[in-house]
């Protein structure tokens, strides 16, 4: 999905319908885990994950961003 329509909320609500979606999501959308957003002091090119039993979220740190 598009970032601007990628949201945790309309994620867990698409689940109770079955459905499953990936796409980007926005900083500044609710949600999700501060230790994502801060890309200070790790390596280029590094994943970070949070998880639940339904939700998986990837932070990644691409070239040139830390």
Same mark, same amino acid.
């Given at each position: 999905?598009?970032?601007?329509?990628?949201?945790?909320?309309?994620?867990?609500?698409?689940?109770?319908?079955? $459905?499953?979606?990936? *796409?980007?999501?926005? @900083?500044?959308? #609710?949600?999700?885990?501060?230790?994502? $957003?801060?890309?200070? *002091?790790?390596?280029? @090119?590094?994943? #970070?994950?949070?998880?639940?039993?339904?939700?998986?979220?990837?932070?990644?740190?691409?070239?040139?961003?830390?």
């Amino acid at each position: 999905m598009d970032n601007f329509f990628t949201d945790l909320i309309l994620a867990e609500d698409l689940l109770q319908n079955k $459905l499953t979606i990936t *796409g980007m999501l926005r @900083k500044n959308r #609710m949600g999700i885990p501060k230790k994502l $957003l801060y890309f200070g *002091g790790r390596e280029e @090119k590094s994943s #970070m994950f949070a998880q639940t039993s339904d939700v998986t979220l990837e932070s990644y740190v691409p070239t040139g961003k830390n």
